[in-house]
């Protein structure tokens, strides 16, 4: 799932300042999931937002929604109606559903509500963690099921590399947390799995292609196209 | 054992002697001396000298324009690549730059994470990783092709292929499979992390034996003068896959402030004495950080001084 977390209230604050009338608009996906977009958190930072205007002495109307998504189109046309009533937008998607947002309201001034992460999962709750770069070319058979793109800072192929120490990642002294090393992870698990040999052979070349070149990726399937 | 390449740390190997190289780091400004002054102390006393490249990830003067110093003052330089700030185009078109200047030994790493240097917030780019980059070089000399596949008529890189090795970082078990495996990519040398703890890097070249390992590739022993016993507490705690053991820092500790530099120098010819028995060892990478003034003293009282010449 896709992770964010809320920008700093300030920020949204100075996008929005010079507006009379403004949509918060929620994302009931993966941001609800991680408590940063969902119908929850736009109740939130509406209150936060009319006690901050209305302590200013400004005059600020504020409406709330949340979108079952902000990543389909149907979802999106549901705005349609009121759209021109307010002078702005601020999304708490994620990156996609802001930008998809604003291709669709063209006319419109849209706003990033939440910082878009990473692709990752939930620990514990209130605590989410990354997994997937989405490089769009998973190596994960050969990994163990553990992704050296996404777990290994320096994103080697043939790790660990020499700082790897006790388990961590050489970047935990620098950054001051315990950042477990992704090849001693990958080292593990192919170990219990029987499968050490793999450490002998250098990996296929990587093929950044599909990871990041010539524009958005795009995924287009004839077999499930109208 | 015939060297194929012209450089000269190669030949002084394949003759069967025990090789001695050494390191530059750069300044942080673009002086054109600091390299050829530091350079200029150590070169009668080591066959070949690493110039660093961005170690650390602090910017520096760049690792090829250095070495193109030291080949035009004549020595033999070591260009050490990472992978960190270049990718496959431009690993590959700085090769092709070093070839044209008669550089024949490369150092191939993946390089320090970004956010240990004077730059943290930059992009890294890490598109190959160390093996993946000596399988390239190595492709470029025997093969005489780029990894895009494009066939050179002439002016292939002639290079002397090393790696690095770090015996200490975990999982140690896997340590010598890695070694295996920057072989089996293409390496020829290896200079190794500073080896304090003797007995860890014993086993581990226990294990490189056991393999073959010694009889195709070089292994240099890495070691490093401890300037003062802050430095080791330092390198001990603050960086990562360095093993000092406790008795170094106690040995440091236990003499006056002003006669550590001596017995730093002092463990780190103990050490040279020890390695040099060890079944494998072909030699010494001497790592005098901002310290190259001692190269020729280590060199000299180790027994390893006047360096043979070979052609």
């Keep these: 799932m896709i992770m964010a977390k809320a920008k700093p209230i300030d920020e949204i604050i100075n996008m929005i300042a010079n507006f009379d009338k403004i949509l918060l608009a929620g994302c009931n996906g993966c941001v609800a999931v991680c408590e940063a977009g969902g119908l929850k958190e736009v109740q939130t930072l509406a209150s936060a937002l009319r006690i901050y205007f209305s302590q200013q002495g400004k005059r600020m109307e504020i409406d709330e929604i949340s979108l079952t998504r902000q990543c389909d189109k149907e979802y999106l046309q549901e705005l349609k109606d009121k759209m021109d009533t307010y002078d702005a937008v601020v999304s708490l998607a994620c990156g996609a559903g802001v930008q998809f947002l604003a291709e669709m309201y063209t006319q419109k001034p ?7 992460c990473f692709i990752g999962v939930t620990l514990e709750q209130g605590v989410w963690s990354e997994r997937c770069l989405a490089c769009g070319q998973c190596v994960l058979a050969t990994t163990g099921g553990i992704c050296p793109v996404a777990r290994c800072s320096k994103r080697m192929l043939n790790g660990p590399c020499g700082g790897s120490e006790k388990g961590k990642c ?9 950042i477990p090393c992704g090849w001693q992870l990958i080292y593990d698990r192919l170990k219990s799995l029987g499968q050490l040999d793999r450490f002998k052979v250098p990996a296929e070349d990587k093929d950044w292609t599909v990871n990041r070149d010539g524009g958005p990726r795009d995924i287009v399937r004839e077999d499930v196209r109208p | 054992m015939n060297a194929k390449t012209p450089s000269n740390l190669e030949k002084i190997l394949a003759a069967g002697h025990l090789a001695v190289t050494s390191e530059c780091g750069p300044p942080r400004n673009g002086n054109a001396d600091t390299v050829p002054k530091k350079a200029g102390m150590i070169r009668d006393y080591v066959d070949s000298i690493n110039i660093t490249d961005n170690q650390t990830a602090v910017v520096r003067q760049c690792s090829l324009a250095a070495c193109i ?5 004549g020595i033999d330089p070591v260009l050490q690549m990472v992978t960190r700030d270049r990718n496959r185009i431009a690993i590959q078109s700085d090769l092709l ?23 943290p917030n930059s992009a890294n780019v890490f598109d190959l990783d160390s093996t993946k980059l000596i399988q390239t070089v190595k492709m470029m000399r025997d093969e005489g092709r780029l990894l895009g596949g494009y066939e050179m008529n002439e002016g292939r890189p002639q290079m002397f292929i090393g790696a690095a090795e770090n015996p200490f970082a975990d999982p140690f078990e896997i340590r ?80 006056p402030k002003e006669k550590q530099a001596e017995e730093g120098i002092n463990i780190c010819l103990e050490q040279i004495a020890e390695l040099r028995e060890v079944e494998g060892v072909r030699g010494f990478h001497i790592m005098a950080i901002e310290w190259e003034e001692k190269v020729p003293e280590i060199v000299e009282r180790a027994g390893l001084y006047p360096r043979p010449k070979v052609d």
């Design chain 1, 110 to 116: 849209i706003f990033p509500a939440v910082d878009t």
């Design chain 1, 170 to 178: 050489e970047l935990s002294v620098v950054l001051n947390k315990e």
């Design chain 2, 69 to 73: 110093r030291l080949k035009l003052m």
């Design chain 2, 97 to 119: 730059g070093a070839t044209s200047f008669g550089i024949y030994n490369i150092l191939c790493l993946t390089g320090d994470h970004q956010r240990f240097g004077d730059h």
């Design chain 2, 176 to 255: 010598v499979f890695r070694l295996a495996k920057k072989v089996a990519a293409g390496a020829q040398f290896i200079q190794t992390q500073c080896i304090y703890n003797m007995e860890k890097f014993k086993l581990w070249m226990q294990g490189v034996c056991d393999m073959g390992l010694h009889e195709q590739v070089a292994i240099l022993a890495g070691v490093t003068p401890m300037k003062n016993v802050g430095m080791a507490r330092y390198m001990k705690n603050r960086v990562p896959g360095i093993d000092v053991p406790d008795a170094i820092v106690k040995r440091l500790a236990g003499v």
